[in-house]
């Protein structure tokens, strides 16, 4: 019976020594994934994920607090690859956070009065406009991301979703019927 | 005769040209409207610079190219430009584009046309002249010629060792280089010589299939009259020999390095169509108003026409009486061409064909069936691909994928379809991918700038927050240095308490003095007119004041 | 050396451990989504392997000797833990990524039965140390084998026009099992 | 309506088409099986062409897909085919069936139907046959002149579907072992190969009646390489590698070990080479993938026939390297236009 207890600490010491060792001489430390995840994100800033922007959700990601699926914007995709990066199983969007197709804020002339709340909210300066003066969206530069909509008094800004034209025409899924066509 | 040289695969469609090549290139007459569109090049759309209701002259400017890959469009003919809007395009979409629609005049103005004597212009002057004439490559791709003869990335000149005339037209039905060749071959030889000239070329090939027996020898006579030192290869019929890289490959042996120019390796290629029309711009100073077009398949004429760009497709068919059992057209070849959503469409740059469809010429396709990874598209394929990889990985929207097994390489061909015994429609598969990975770069691409307009935007706010809270602090410290040296000591609370009292006493009297300086002015120098009415409103404002108390009283009682 | 050699073999192919013996399917059921990660799940599941079996040798015989059989199975446990601690570690500095995506895989390594089963095989037909070396490396490259093979399949088939009630890991079953069918052809090949 | 994309031309050529010219190229195989063996195989053939069109049909109904094309498109009829020409003829009528529909059902529909196996289902109908009903499998008939009791074909059906033997013959009497197997037994006793091939049972290459048969299968095979339906990558390589790995090892130690001819022409050799491994879904499709697969599964064969417990091992080779198809691909993909680096 002694025997057997020697045994079995000489095996657990000689491992506990190696092991203190390895820690100390292979520390590794930083989370290079956050930024792997940032970089899957569509970077909106819309905050629709419950999260202040796509870095905090990137980093909620990494140390598995957030799930996958919050991101409309990213969209049926991003949840695929962000699944590849985590090697999780995609799953689909909850019911609260449905896609919607990419839209760009537009604001009314002739009901806007300058006040510059949208231009302290836009998470990307896609606004430009001073107090007083007459304000715009800058169309390439916004992400549709609607945090301008509530901020405004005067509720002068609507969502326009892009329209179809022959520059950003995409060529569609084949669809052929497995009948014969006659 | 240089040694040719063979690429993989290809296939051998049954080529149909004869019925077209036998009568030669007609002249349209003027149809009744035009509809000229702004997007007839690869590249941004030309920016319109007329309004409706102007009237140009034929060849005059009517739209500027935009930014760096683009070319101009000009007025096909004299005539008022009735309307500048959307209006349906040739195009797989059928979705409108920005046309302008010009209402002939019947005159055939010209502006005033001015030659280029192109041996002793600078080449950059004559690059921006090709730009302005709008000259773009017809051999489908419509890319502006100015910028294949820019001189490569970082070199001075050009080092371009072999220049290639495609004159290969590999296309099953379209025959619109060939008459070209035979009817104009002086001038697509001289607009080679431009061409050389322009890119200081060594040598000078002249690719054709050898199902044009005519086509070459016109072109070797135009080439001994003009007395260049052209060679004229007469190369095997194989589609798609007509593409750029595998004509460099059967011309010189040489392979264009996937995901890199032609000129990486030396070589350039313009189309004969596009020699022709250079010709034309410096010779007769005529921008690109017209092209040849093939019109064939189930028609009672089929046969070439030489007409004004803009012109709807209805009149064009008209002339060619297509039969009753026509159930549709197709811009292009039967291999690589596009359905036209409709026949009001009119005719661009890019339309070298239109092919009345009918059961009998192109019958119906078999049922098709899953891929059974046979291995006869792989043996096809010009570009050395493996389609039903590619094919297999599109299908299941494995992106990734797709771009490891170099989709991008695909030239859309159609060999691979062509063969396929299951009868799937695989470029439609690849055409469907390479869309999808481009919406997804142009997505990540603007994910990135706005990561980059966010992170400055936060970086912005926080140098202001500093900014602000430095000079409230430099201020205090400023009003600290002050007040000090006045009282020498601390004020208590009950001091700061009376302080504040004090400040408001100070403020009501103040107001209160101003209220009872403020005289009505102006009552002075009045006439007589003006006091009489002003003594009648003191009196009806006395007598509302009255009326207003005893309301007021009223129902207190 | 002869022997050495059909060790090798005879564990790689014929008594293949996953396919023949069904040992270690956890992993080889979870890890072989995608080829990057059975590669890298098989590497590490070599190395543990062989240091597992060499150092069960070493303690089954100087240490436990006949009297304390008994205590085989739970010295081995401790030793590959041990092992695989270690492993992780030395991954995690070397290539964080393949850390990453192996994930929880990687620790799983100590449950794996295979990597228990070699060496208690090792004890019971009582290789000598360079035979049960041979054996344990036999083992773990014939489970990196059929895993990588297994990854290549699966790879194909996620495009696969898969029946809905068969897709995922319904269908990694049917292709597992008709493997090991596959490979019962090479049974009897060593006597 | 799938001629709505470009390209609007194609080969009238279809998948049916191509099937059927592999079925035709099986027919002077049977035809010499028939003369040989008697015409008991028709019966398997077809009992399995019935079983294999049912469950496709069935199949397809469960997965509501449109029945008429597949069935037109005689893929599962070329499985059916080639599952009755390697097991017995005078097996039990229920052995084709179960394998048949394991083939169509399990190795082909779970994958998702015609071109998504990964398995050659055929072979894996065999397999599982082999393993699960082993007494059944080795109820070879022999020849005929090879002096064993004939019997006449009411009573081969009368056996094949009720069981029943003619009053005074037993069943010993009337099967065999395949020429391979007995070999191997004869191997096992130590007696050398010349004597071995003494026995009745030996024609001049091979197996009395069993290398007239191989013979029909290579003419059909050389006709669809003719026809360019099969590439002379799979062939060469598979019968390439037995004849060297048998040369070798004839050469090495020719009392026990047979001559390469030998193994061509007995067994499964040429069934496997021009229509078992070309089955185009489950094998390579890049050229140099075909000669390893190819080269591969000739390797297993010989190992299997000369070392291994089965007598012969085409059904296992195509099995094992199937499941190295996908990593064969991925390696060896050609090199593509413009990165080739080839400068003249």
Same mark, same amino acid.
């Not at chain 1, 001489?25 to 290079?32: L, T």
């Not at chain 2, 291999?335 to 019958?363: E, H, Q, R, W, Y």
């Not at chain 2, 990734?400 to 170099?406: F, N």
């Not at chain 2, 201020?475 to 001091?495: I, L, N």
């Given at each position: 019976?002694?025997?057997?207890?020697?045994?079995?600490?000489?095996?657990?010491?000689?491992?506990?020594?190696?092991?203190?060792?390895?820690?100390?001489?292979?520390?590794?430390?930083?989370?290079?994934?956050?930024?792997?995840?940032?970089?899957?994100?569509?970077?909106?800033?819309?905050?629709?994920?419950?999260?202040?922007?796509?870095?905090?959700?990137?980093?909620?990601?990494?140390?598995?607090?957030?799930?996958?699926?919050?991101?409309?914007?990213?969209?049926?995709?991003?949840?695929?690859?962000?699944?590849?990066?985590?090697?999780?199983?995609?799953?689909?969007?909850?019911?609260?956070?449905?896609?919607?197709?990419?839209?760009?804020?537009?604001?009314?002339?002739?009901?806007?009065?300058?006040?510059?709340?949208?231009?302290?909210?836009?998470?990307?300066?896609?606004?430009?406009?001073?107090?007083?003066?007459?304000?715009?969206?800058?169309?390439?530069?916004?992400?549709?991301?609607?945090?301008?909509?509530?901020?405004?008094?005067?509720?002068?800004?609507?969502?326009?979703?892009?329209?179809?034209?022959?520059?950003?025409?995409?060529?569609?899924?084949?669809?052929?019927?497995?009948?014969?066509?006659? | 005769?240089?040694?040719?040289?063979?690429?993989?695969?290809?296939?051998?469609?049954?080529?149909?040209?004869?019925?077209?090549?036998?009568?030669?290139?007609?002249?349209?007459?003027?149809?009744?409207?035009?509809?000229?569109?702004?997007?007839?090049?690869?590249?941004?759309?030309?920016?319109?610079?007329?309004?409706?209701?102007?009237?140009?002259?034929?060849?005059?400017?009517?739209?500027?190219?935009?930014?760096?890959?683009?070319?101009?469009?000009?007025?096909?003919?004299?005539?008022?430009?009735?309307?500048?809007?959307?209006? /349906?395009?040739?195009?797989?979409?059928?979705?409108?584009?920005?046309?302008?629609?010009?209402?002939?005049?019947?005159?055939?103005?010209?502006?005033?046309?001015?030659?280029?004597?192109?041996?002793?212009?600078?080449?950059?002057?004559?690059?921006?002249?090709?730009?302005?004439?709008?000259?773009?490559?017809? +051999?489908?791709?419509?890319?502006?010629?100015?910028?294949?003869?820019?001189?490569?990335?970082?070199? #001075?000149?050009?080092?371009?060792?072999?220049?290639?005339?495609? +004159?290969?037209?590999?296309? /099953?039905?379209?025959?619109?280089?060939?008459?070209?060749?035979?009817?104009?071959?002086?001038?697509?030889?001289?607009?080679?010589?431009?061409?050389?000239?322009?890119? +200081?070329?060594?040598?000078?090939?002249?690719?054709?299939?050898?199902?044009?027996?005519?086509?070459?020898?016109?072109?070797?006579?135009?080439?001994?009259?003009? +007395?260049?030192?052209?060679?004229?290869?007469?190369?095997?019929?194989?589609?798609?020999?007509?593409?750029?890289?595998?004509?460099?490959?059967?011309?010189?042996?040489?392979?264009?390095?996937?995901?890199?120019?032609?000129?990486?390796?030396?070589?350039?290629?313009?189309?004969?169509?596009?020699?022709?029309?250079?010709?034309?711009?410096?010779?007769?100073?005529?921008?690109?108003?017209?092209?040849?077009?093939?019109?064939?398949?189930?028609?009672?004429?089929?046969?070439?026409?030489?007409?004004?760009?803009?012109?709807?497709?209805?009149?064009?068919?008209?002339? #060619?009486?297509?039969?009753?059992?026509?159930?549709?057209?197709?811009?292009?070849?039967?291999?690589?061409?596009?359905?036209?959503? #409709?026949?009001?469409?009119?005719?661009?740059?890019?339309?070298?064909?239109?092919?009345?469809?009918?059961?009998?010429?192109?019958?119906?396709?078999?049922?098709?069936? /899953?891929?059974?990874?046979?291995?006869?598209?792989?043996?096809?394929?010009?570009?050395?691909?493996?389609?039903?990889?590619?094919?297999?990985?599109?299908?299941?929207?494995?992106?990734?994928?797709?771009?490891?097994?170099?989709?991008?390489?695909?030239?859309?061909?159609?060999?691979?379809?062509?063969?396929?015994?299951?009868?799937?429609?695989?470029?439609?598969?690849?055409?469907?991918?390479?869309?999808?990975?481009?919406?997804?770069?142009?997505?990540?691409?603007?994910?990135?700038?706005?990561?980059?307009?966010?992170?400055?935007?936060?970086?912005?706010?926080?140098?202001?927050?500093?900014?602000?809270?430095?000079?409230?602090?430099?201020?205090?410290?400023?009003?600290?240095?002050?007040?000090?040296?006045?009282?020498?000591?601390?004020?208590?609370?009950?001091?700061?308490?009376?302080?504040?009292?004090?400040?408001?006493?100070?403020?009501?009297?103040?107001?209160?003095?101003?209220?009872?300086?403020?005289?009505?002015?102006?009552?002075?120098?009045?006439?007589?007119?003006?006091?009489?009415?002003?003594?009648?409103?003191?009196?009806?404002?006395?007598?509302?004041?009255?009326?207003?108390?005893?309301?007021?009283?009223?129902?207190?009682? | 050396? $002869?022997?050495?050699?059909?060790?090798?073999?005879?564990?790689?192919?014929?008594?293949?451990?996953?396919?023949?013996?069904?040992?270690?399917?956890?992993?080889?059921?979870?890890?072989? $989504?995608?080829?990057?990660?059975?590669?890298?799940?098989? =590497?590490?599941?070599?190395?543990?392997?062989?240091?597992?079996?060499?150092?069960?040798?070493?303690?089954?015989?100087?240490?436990?000797?006949?009297?304390?059989?008994?205590?085989?199975?739970?010295?081995?446990?401790?030793?590959? =833990?041990?092992?695989?601690?270690?492993?992780?570690?030395?991954? *995690?500095?070397?290539?964080?990524?393949?850390? *990453?995506?192996?994930?929880?895989?990687?620790?799983?390594?100590?449950?794996?039965?295979?990597?228990?089963?070699?060496?208690?095989?090792?004890? *019971?037909?009582?290789?000598?140390?360079?035979?049960?070396?041979?054996?344990?490396?036999?083992? =773990?490259?014939?489970?990196?084998?059929?895993?990588?093979?297994?990854?290549?399949?699966?790879?194909?088939?996620?495009?696969?026009?898969?029946?809905?009630?068969? $897709?995922?890991?319904?269908?990694?079953?049917?292709? =597992?099992?008709?493997?090991?069918?596959?490979?019962?052809?090479?049974?009897?090949?060593?006597? | 309506?799938?001629?709505?994309?470009?390209?609007?031309?194609?080969?009238?050529?279809?998948?049916?088409?191509?099937?059927?010219?592999?079925?035709?190229?099986?027919?002077? &195989?049977?035809?010499?099986?028939?003369?040989?063996?008697?015409?008991?195989?028709?019966?398997?053939?077809?009992?399995?062409?019935?079983?294999?069109?049912?469950?496709?049909?069935?199949?397809?109904?469960?997965?509501?897909?449109?029945?008429?094309?597949?069935?037109?498109?005689?893929?599962? @009829?070329?499985?059916?085919?080639?599952?009755?020409?390697?097991?017995?003829?005078?097996?039990?009528?229920?052995?084709?069936?179960?394998?048949?529909?394991?083939?169509?059902?399990?190795?082909?529909?779970?994958?998702?139907?015609?071109?998504?196996?990964?398995?050659?289902?055929?072979?894996?109908?065999?397999?599982?046959?082999?393993?699960?009903?082993?007494?059944?499998?080795?109820?070879?008939?022999?020849?005929?002149?090879?002096?064993?009791?004939?019997?006449?074909?009411?009573?081969?059906?009368?056996?094949?579907?009720?069981?029943? @033997?003619?009053?005074?013959?037993? @069943?010993?009497?009337?099967?065999?072992?395949?020429?391979?197997?007995?070999?191997?037994?004869?191997?096992?006793?130590?007696?050398?190969?010349?004597?071995?091939?003494?026995?009745?049972?030996?024609?001049?290459?091979?197996?009395?009646?069993?290398?007239?048969?191989?013979?029909?299968?290579?003419?059909? &095979?050389?006709?669809?390489?003719?026809?360019?339906?099969?590439?002379?990558?799979?062939?060469?390589?598979?019968?390439?590698?037995?004849?060297?790995?048998?040369?070798?090892?004839?050469?090495?130690?020719?009392?026990?070990?047979?001559?390469?001819?030998?193994?061509?022409?007995?067994?499964?050799?040429?069934?496997?080479?021009?229509?078992?491994?070309?089955?185009?879904?489950?094998?390579?499709?890049?050229?140099?993938?075909?000669?390893?697969?190819?080269?591969?599964?000739?390797?297993?064969?010989?190992?299997?026939?000369?070392?291994?417990?089965?007598?012969?091992?085409?059904?296992?080779?195509?099995?094992?390297?199937?499941?190295?198809?996908?990593?064969?691909?991925?390696?060896?993909?050609?090199?593509?236009?413009?990165?080739?680096?080839?400068?003249?």
């Amino acid at each position: 019976m002694l025997a057997a207890l020697l045994a079995m600490s000489a095996i657990a010491i000689v491992l506990g020594a190696v092991l203190g060792y390895s820690a100390i001489k292979f520390r590794v430390d930083g989370n290079p994934l956050a930024d792997k995840i940032d970089a899957v994100l569509p970077q909106t800033q819309c905050g629709q994920c419950g999260y202040p922007g796509c870095r905090p959700y990137a980093d909620a990601i990494a140390n598995g607090e957030a799930d996958i699926n919050l991101c409309p914007p990213g969209g049926e995709e991003g949840i695929q690859k962000l699944a590849e990066l985590l090697g999780v199983e995609p799953k689909p969007f909850g019911s609260d956070a449905q896609p919607k197709p990419k839209s760009v804020a537009f604001i009314d002339e002739n009901t806007c009065i300058g006040c510059t709340l949208c231009i302290q909210a836009c998470p990307v300066d896609a606004i430009s406009g001073a107090a007083k003066q007459m304000h715009t969206i800058i169309a390439a530069e916004c992400t549709g991301c609607e945090l301008c909509l509530p901020p405004c008094p005067v509720d002068c800004i609507s969502m326009l979703p892009l329209e179809e034209n022959v520059a950003n025409w995409k060529w569609k899924y084949p669809v052929y019927a497995l009948r014969p066509s006659k | 005769m240089s040694a040719l040289f063979k690429f993989h695969g290809g296939v051998h469609p049954p080529t149909h040209k004869t019925e077209s090549t036998a009568t030669p290139i007609t002249r349209l007459p003027l149809p009744a409207r035009l509809v000229v569109p702004f997007r007839q090049h690869a590249g941004d759309a030309a920016i319109p610079i007329v309004k409706p209701g102007d009237h140009v002259l034929k060849g005059q400017l009517i739209g500027e190219p935009q930014g760096f890959v683009s070319s101009a469009v000009h007025a096909p003919t004299s005539g008022v430009i009735e309307f500048i809007g959307p209006h /349906p395009v040739a195009h797989p979409s059928g979705l409108p584009d920005i046309c302008a629609v010009l209402i002939p005049d019947g005159k055939e103005s010209w502006i005033e046309k001015v030659s280029v004597d192109y041996r002793n212009t600078p080449i950059a002057g004559l690059r921006e002249h090709l730009r302005m004439a709008g000259i773009v490559g017809l +051999g489908g791709a419509v890319f502006p010629s100015d910028i294949k003869l820019r001189p490569l990335r970082g070199h #001075s000149i050009q080092n371009i060792e072999v220049l290639i005339l495609n +004159g290969a037209e590999c296309e /099953p039905y379209i025959t619109c280089d060939d008459m070209l060749m035979r009817e104009r071959a002086a001038e697509v030889v001289r607009g080679g010589e431009i061409l050389r000239f322009m890119l +200081g070329a060594g040598k000078v090939l002249i690719g054709i299939e050898d199902n044009k027996p005519e086509a070459i020898a016109a072109m070797r006579a135009a080439v001994q009259a003009e +007395g260049l030192p052209f060679e004229v290869a007469e190369i095997p019929t194989l589609y798609p020999s007509g593409s750029a890289k595998q004509l460099i490959r059967v011309l010189t042996g040489r392979e264009v390095p996937s995901g890199e120019l032609p000129t990486d390796i030396g070589v350039q290629s313009f189309n004969v169509a596009t020699a022709y029309s250079v010709a034309r711009c410096f010779e007769q100073g005529e921008p690109m108003l017209s092209r040849i077009v093939t019109v064939t398949g189930n028609v009672t004429q089929p046969r070439n026409y030489e007409v004004l760009l803009g012109t709807p497709i209805a009149d064009l068919l008209a002339h #060619s009486e297509p039969k009753t059992d026509t159930r549709g057209y197709l811009m292009g070849g039967p291999m690589m061409g596009t359905p036209l959503p #409709s026949t009001d469409v009119p005719l661009v740059k890019a339309s070298n064909c239109f092919i009345a469809m009918s059961d009998a010429l192109f019958p119906a396709p078999p049922a098709t069936l /899953p891929c059974i990874r046979c291995g006869r598209c792989a043996d096809a394929c010009p570009a050395d691909l493996q389609p039903m990889d590619l094919y297999w990985f599109a299908r299941a929207k494995d992106f990734g994928k797709t771009q490891s097994y170099h989709l991008f390489d695909c030239i859309e061909c159609g060999a691979c379809a062509y063969v396929c015994p299951s009868h799937i429609p695989l470029v439609q598969y690849y055409r469907f991918a390479k869309s999808e990975i481009r919406a997804r770069e142009q997505d990540k691409l603007s994910a990135d700038r706005a990561r980059e307009r966010h992170e400055y935007r936060e970086f912005r706010m926080e140098r202001e927050k500093r900014e602000k809270e430095e000079k409230l602090r430099a201020k205090e410290r400023a009003a600290q240095a002050t007040k000090p040296a006045a009282t020498g000591e601390v004020p208590t609370a009950s001091d700061a308490a009376a302080e504040a009292q004090r400040k408001i006493q100070d403020a009501l009297a103040q107001a209160k003095a101003q209220a009872a300086e403020a005289q009505p002015r102006n009552t002075e120098n009045l006439t007589p007119e003006q006091l009489a009415e002003i003594a009648e409103i003191e009196a009806r404002r006395a007598r509302i004041r009255e009326l207003a108390k005893s309301d007021v009283e009223a129902p207190k009682e | 050396m $002869k022997e050495y050699l059909l060790i090798l073999v005879g564990t790689v192919f014929v008594n293949n451990i996953v396919m023949t013996k069904i040992l270690g399917l956890c992993p080889f059921m979870g890890v072989s $989504k995608k080829l990057e990660t059975s590669l890298g799940m098989g =590497a590490a599941t070599t190395f543990v392997l062989t240091l597992a079996s060499a150092s069960s040798y070493l303690i089954n015989h100087y240490l436990l000797g006949p009297e304390l059989a008994y205590l085989t199975t739970l010295s081995f446990i401790v030793v590959i =833990a041990g092992i695989v601690q270690f492993t992780e570690m030395v991954i *995690q500095k070397t290539s964080p990524v393949l850390h *990453q995506v192996l994930g929880i895989y990687l620790p799983l390594i100590t449950t794996n039965c295979a990597v228990l089963g070699i060496p208690l095989l090792n004890v *019971q037909e009582n290789h000598n140390f360079i035979e049960s070396i041979f054996f344990g490396l036999g083992g =773990a490259l014939g489970f990196t084998l059929v895993m990588v093979l297994f990854a290549g399949m699966r790879e194909r088939m996620e495009g696969a026009d898969v029946p809905e009630v068969f $897709k995922g890991s319904a269908i990694a079953m049917v292709t =597992a099992g008709l493997m090991s069918l596959a490979f019962m052809g090479f049974s009897g090949l060593i006597k | 309506m799938a001629a709505f994309f470009s390209p609007f031309l194609s080969k009238p050529d279809t998948v049916s088409r191509i099937m059927l010219q592999v079925l035709l190229a099986l027919l002077p &195989g049977i035809a010499m099986y028939v003369w040989y063996f008697g015409p008991a195989i028709l019966v398997s053939i077809s009992l399995a062409s019935i079983t294999a069109l049912g469950t496709e049909a069935l199949m397809l109904k469960l997965r509501d897909r449109p029945v008429a094309p597949f069935l037109k498109d005689h893929s599962a @009829l070329l499985t059916g085919w080639l599952l009755a020409l390697s097991i017995p003829p005078l097996a039990p009528w229920w052995l084709v069936v179960v394998g048949t529909a394991f083939c169509i059902v399990v190795a082909k529909h779970l994958y998702g139907g015609l071109g998504n196996n990964l398995f050659n289902p055929a072979m894996v109908g065999f397999a599982v046959l082999i393993i699960s009903f082993p007494a059944q499998m080795t109820q070879w008939i022999s020849p005929h002149g090879l002096g064993q009791i004939e019997l006449t074909f009411a009573d081969q059906l009368r056996y094949m579907f009720l069981g029943i @033997l003619p009053p005074n013959v037993t @069943l010993d009497a009337i099967t065999m072992a395949t020429p391979l197997d007995t070999l191997k037994t004869h191997l096992h006793l130590d007696e050398p190969i010349r004597q071995i091939l003494d026995m009745p049972i030996y024609g001049r290459l091979a197996g009395q009646g069993s290398e007239m048969v191989s013979w029909g299968f290579l003419a059909g &095979g050389l006709y669809l390489m003719a026809r360019r339906i099969i590439s002379w990558h799979i062939p060469l390589a598979y019968l390439g590698t037995i004849f060297a790995m048998a040369g070798i090892f004839h050469l090495a130690d020719p009392a026990h070990y047979v001559t390469p001819l030998f193994h061509w022409f007995s067994g499964a050799a040429m069934l496997g080479a021009f229509f078992i491994l070309t089955d185009p879904v489950s094998s390579p499709t890049t050229h140099h993938g075909k000669l390893i697969f190819a080269a591969g599964a000739g390797l297993i064969t010989y190992l299997i026939r000369a070392f291994g417990g089965f007598p012969d091992g085409t059904a296992f080779a195509t099995l094992l390297m199937n499941i190295c198809v996908p990593l064969i691909v991925l390696y060896t993909q050609p090199k593509i236009f413009g990165r080739k680096g080839r400068k003249p």
